[in-house]
């Protein structure tokens, strides 16, 4: 990697990781839920749905989402351990529909019946234990990958922090649709497939950048899509 694109990308790093940025943003959601001394699975359970709604326009899915917890009136998991969901085929984010959370809630509440945590559970196991997605080892799974960065980086800025036994080097970068053209266009990748190959391979140019903390590289993007609009 030249010099120049590297000391650009870790110098919008150093800018974007910066709460000032996601104040309107998903990870406001489960922020939240830390601000208030929530429980470690009402956390999960609100930067699970977070993370789910995480495609679109930012403005609509914090509107979305508001509208969600509202429904829920902030108390995530006590609506999931409930048993009794709403689940109507209405959208509640552009093709998410109130069925499809419900299913989500009733694999939480099967999951927290037996275990403490998340945590626990490889990308795999959370595709088709929590979301009820069918396996696809080649898929990138972004919200999934989303949602580990959110729980996992502890630099005390915009993540969490709180998934103590999962380390950021582990992470993989979320890939969607504005993440893979960033990085075709700063040379990162020169795959056109947004796969889970994809993301390992735009995870580990970053790695170069950021050895302990790859992650990282996602606030550079965002600086990146920010810069170039």
Same mark, same amino acid.
């Given at each position: ?86 689940? %109507?085929?209405?959208?509640?984010? !552009? *093709?998410? &529909?109130?069925?499809? @959370? /419900? #299913? ?80 075709? %266009?700063?040379?990162?990748?020169? !795959? *056109?497939? &947004?796969?889970?190959? @994809? /993301? #390992? ?29």
């Amino acid at each position: 990697m030249e010099a120049a694109l590297k000391k650009q990308l870790m110098d919008w790093a150093g800018e974007y990781n910066d709460p000032v940025h996601f104040a309107e943003d998903p990870i406001a959601f489960p922020t939240e839920f830390v601000r208030r001394g929530a429980t470690l699975q009402d956390i999960e359970t609100a930067a699970v749905f977070a993370a789910h709604f995480a495609w679109g326009r930012r403005p609509m899915i914090v509107r979305d989402l508001e509208r969600f917890f509202d429904f829920l009136e902030w108390r995530p998991l006590d609506y999931v351990m409930s048993g009794d969901y709403r689940s %109507d085929n209405t959208s509640c984010h !552009r *093709t998410i &529909k109130w069925s499809e @959370t /419900a #299913l989500i809630c009733r694999n939480l509440k099967e999951f927290f019946n037996k275990e403490e945590s998340l945590e626990k559970l490889s990308n795999a196991q959370i595709r088709t234990r929590i979301y009820g997605r069918k396996e696809d080892p080649a898929a990138a799974d972004k919200k999934i990958n989303l949602m580990r960065r959110w729980m996992v980086r502890n630099d005390g800025k915009v993540d969490l922090g709180i998934w103590k036994n999962s380390s950021p080097t582990s992470l993989i970068i979320p890939l969607d649709t504005h993440v893979h053209t960033q990085a075709l %266009d700063l040379g990162l990748t020169k !795959r *056109t497939s &947004k796969n889970l190959t @994809t /993301a #390992l391979e735009i995870t580990d140019s970053f790695r170069e950048i950021f050895p302990d903390d790859p992650c990282l590289g996602d606030f550079a993007l965002f600086g990146y899509g920010v810069s170039h609009r």
